[in-house]
């Protein structure tokens, strides 16, 4: 069947609300290569919207699911548990970035990882309030879409959304937003929409990924630190595309000398299982009663299996050391290719951002994103965009990607920007 009828058969049986990027079909994938149907090689610089940090199908990941296999695939952890589940909460309890004793439960999407950080947050303070950013992204579900700060297509008509969320400004340098700016658009949502007393948590991201990989500035973390500290409020970190060595550190929080009391994870937490989780502070954990917190898939043994061997993965490969390398290599070998429309390379470790400009104008131009990530595709290499206006391209790839296939993406990207 050819791909134009498989195609055809994609808009006849799912609904356009479902963007797709390629107009290809996956057949197969191995750690940074995907082959199409008909057998055409791509090199991944996606990683499944930084879902796969270990890689496609790593031999350790896979191991640990067929093990589990044997023995259940599911039974619910709050009627049947299980062994893993905890083995994996105490793991991530050692190191997420909370001071103090900490404790984790599991969900199954990113999405869910969120909800509950508000629900618990809610559950600690008595408060109803939230207080999100400019450019986040946070969810499609009702409430994440009303966390999340980019309107087009994540929002557009899918209201009213629930009430007792608010947006501040996230500092961000290509668009003029100080620190100082940050934070005054917090004292004006004090002032104008919410009393800080009202308000159970600040969530943000330490690198934005939707947002366009803009990365918080020490001072901003430590002054909301400083904020949530004044007013009872607390501090909720989404690590959800930034966790698992992608930044070179386990957490981009492991940057800042502050530390938050409720942290979210999914995307490469589970190697490409369905996983997600929130990790906090014992006693913010422990607010909601019996049964407020869970699902019925929330925490699978299998995905929980395969969790555990990526911990292993990162740990034994170095990943967040390579996260680093890799990283710098990339930087270095896109800012000498000197493009006229480049505004801003930026980034933590291998998470990677190029931000492009009209040369002419000087505002955001997605069209130019949109002709560099269409002709690394004709040339098999695939790219995600991102930014509040589209004109970001993000380098997710693999951190276990052989050096020379990673040369070679990126020989195949500079010879689009140089051209």
Known sequence: MSISEVQQRRLDATP???????????????????????????????????VLNTGHRHPKVLAAVREQLEFFTHTAFQVLPY???IALAERLNRLVPIAGKAKTTFFSTGAEAVENAVKIARAATGRPGV?????????????????????TPYK??????????????YPNQQQ??????????????????????????????????????????????TALRDLCDQHGILLIADEIQSGFARTGKMFASDYYDVKPDLITMAKSLGGGFPLSAVAGRATVMDAPLPGGLGGTYAGNPVAIAAACAVLEVIAEEQLCERALQLGAELVESVKGCHHPAVADVRGRGSMVAVEFNDPASGKPSAEIA?????????????????????????????????????REGLSRLTTILQS
């Open 176 to 221: 003029g937003v100080s620190v100082a700016d940050a934070m005054q658009s917090l004292e004006d949502i004090f002032h104008c929409d919410i009393a800080p007393q009202q308000v159970a948590a600040i969530l943000y991201e330490p690198i934005q990924g939707e947002g366009g990989f803009n990365i918080a500035p020490p001072e901003f973390v």
């Open 370 to 406: 949109r002709n560099v990530q269409q002709r690394a595709l004709a040339a098999g290499l695939i790219l995600l965009t991102c930014g509040t206006h589209g004109n970001v391209i993000r380098f997710l790839y693999p951190l276990t990607i052989p050096h020379a296939q990673f």
């Open 83 to 85: 062994e893993n589940y």
């Open 156 to 169: 557009t008509g899918f209201g009213p959304f629930p009430a007792s969320v608010f947006h501040a400004r």
């Open 16 to 50: 356009r609300g479902v963007g797709v990027m390629c107009d290809f079909f996956t057949a197969k994938a191995e750690n940074a290569t995907l082959w199409d149907q008909h057998g055409r090689e791509y090199i991944d610089f996606t990683a499944g919207i930084a």
């Open 131 to 151: 207080i999100t950013f400019t450019g986040a992204f946070h969810g499609r579900t009702l409430l994440t879409m009303a966390l999340t700060g980019k309107v």
